[in-house]
Protein backbone atom coordinates (compact mmCIF):
# COMPACT_ATOMS: atom_id res chain seq x y z
CA UNK A 1 0.00 0.00 0.00
CA UNK A 2 1.12 3.69 -0.75
CA UNK A 3 2.34 5.20 2.27
CA UNK A 4 0.91 8.34 0.88
CA UNK A 5 -2.44 6.60 0.62
CA UNK A 6 -2.22 5.68 4.62
CA UNK A 7 -1.03 9.13 5.55
CA UNK A 8 -4.56 10.31 3.43
CA UNK A 9 -6.22 8.04 5.50
CA UNK A 10 -4.71 8.30 9.11
CA UNK A 11 -7.66 8.02 11.11
CA UNK A 12 -8.99 4.68 9.59
CA UNK A 13 -5.84 3.29 9.48
CA UNK A 14 -4.50 4.65 13.17
CA UNK A 15 -7.46 1.64 14.23
CA UNK A 16 -5.72 -1.11 12.29
CA UNK A 17 -2.73 0.37 13.22
CA UNK A 18 -3.82 0.03 16.90
CA UNK A 19 -4.83 -3.79 16.91
CA UNK A 20 -1.72 -4.62 15.46
CA UNK A 21 0.46 -2.60 17.69
CA UNK A 22 -1.20 -2.72 21.39
CA UNK A 23 1.06 -1.07 22.93
CA UNK A 24 0.51 2.05 21.33
CA UNK A 25 -1.47 4.57 22.73
CA UNK A 26 -4.00 7.04 20.89
CA UNK A 27 -1.81 9.85 22.07
CA UNK A 28 0.90 8.28 20.19
CA UNK A 29 -1.00 7.98 16.79
CA UNK A 30 -2.37 11.14 17.40
CA UNK A 31 1.34 12.53 17.43
CA UNK A 32 2.26 10.01 14.82
CA UNK A 33 -0.16 11.76 12.30
CA UNK A 34 0.84 9.46 9.58
CA UNK A 35 4.58 9.80 9.37
CA UNK A 36 6.51 6.19 8.46
CA UNK A 37 9.52 7.48 10.37
CA UNK A 38 7.80 8.45 13.65
CA UNK A 39 5.69 5.27 13.28
CA UNK A 40 8.48 3.66 13.02
CA UNK A 41 10.46 5.31 15.65
CA UNK A 42 7.93 4.79 18.00
CA UNK A 43 7.74 1.12 17.82
CA UNK A 44 11.28 1.16 18.44
CA UNK A 45 10.56 2.60 21.68
CA UNK A 46 7.32 0.62 22.90
CA UNK A 47 8.55 -3.04 21.62
CA UNK A 48 12.01 -2.54 21.64
CA UNK A 49 12.88 -3.09 18.23
CA UNK A 50 15.85 -2.14 16.25
CA UNK A 51 15.30 -0.44 13.29
CA UNK A 52 15.75 -2.41 11.14
CA UNK A 53 13.15 -4.65 12.84
CA UNK A 54 10.66 -2.07 12.92
CA UNK A 55 11.11 -1.14 9.33
CA UNK A 56 10.41 -4.78 8.37
CA UNK A 57 7.29 -5.13 10.65
CA UNK A 58 6.06 -1.82 8.95
CA UNK A 59 6.53 -3.58 5.53
CA UNK A 60 5.55 -6.79 6.06
CA UNK A 61 1.90 -5.35 7.67
CA UNK A 62 1.45 -3.14 5.22
CA UNK A 63 1.94 -5.60 2.42
CA UNK A 64 -0.55 -7.46 4.11
CA UNK A 65 -3.37 -5.17 4.02
Same mark, same amino acid.
Request: hydrophobic residues 30%; aromatic residues 10%; proline residues 0%.
Given at each position: ? *??????? *?????????????????????????????????????????????????? *???????
Amino acid at each position: M *NWDRIEG *NWKQMSGKIKEQWGKLTDDDLTEIAGKRDQLAGRLQERYGYTKEQAEKEL *NDYFERI
